[in-house]
């Protein structure tokens, strides 16, 4: 009898390590989100809104299959503008915007990451 509750025992703990790399794999991609969401979100609460350009040309892009996640200015009108809003120039001061929320955030990857993990391996 013993030995029938030990191999049972070894079965489920066999089929909970072959969950772990999609577990793995859907804990990234939704931390990778969040992050580059609340991220954003933070930028566009600090970000100077003269003519709101800069503000609108804020955005996330998140890669899942390589596992990054960006935040910051794409379009070729806005870069310039947003760097010299971020760093300053000889004649305006710095207003930073994206480092901050970078650091804001920075402490969240691994508790979202390990709640998003637990989740998946089915331990809520």
Do not use: C
Request: no cysteine; net charge neutral.
């Amino acid at each position: 009898m013993a030995r029938r509750s030990r191999l049972e025992g070894l079965q489920g703990a066999l089929r909970a390590v072959a969950r772990v790399p999609e577990a793995m794999k859907e804990a990234r991609s939704e931390t990778l989100h969040e992050w580059a969401e609340n991220v954003q979100d933070s930028a566009e609460d600090k970000v100077a809104r003269d003519t709101g350009n800069l503000w609108e040309a804020l955005d996330h892009r998140v890669n899942d299959a390589q596992g990054w996640a960006r935040v910051g200015v794409w379009e070729k009108d806005q870069l310039e503008y947003a760097l010299y809003v971020e760093k300053g120039t000889s004649s305006m001061p710095d207003q930073p915007y994206l480092v901050p929320a970078f650091n804001q955030h920075r402490a969240q990857v691994i508790r979202t990451y390990r709640a998003a993990f637990r989740r998946h391996m089915g331990g809520g």
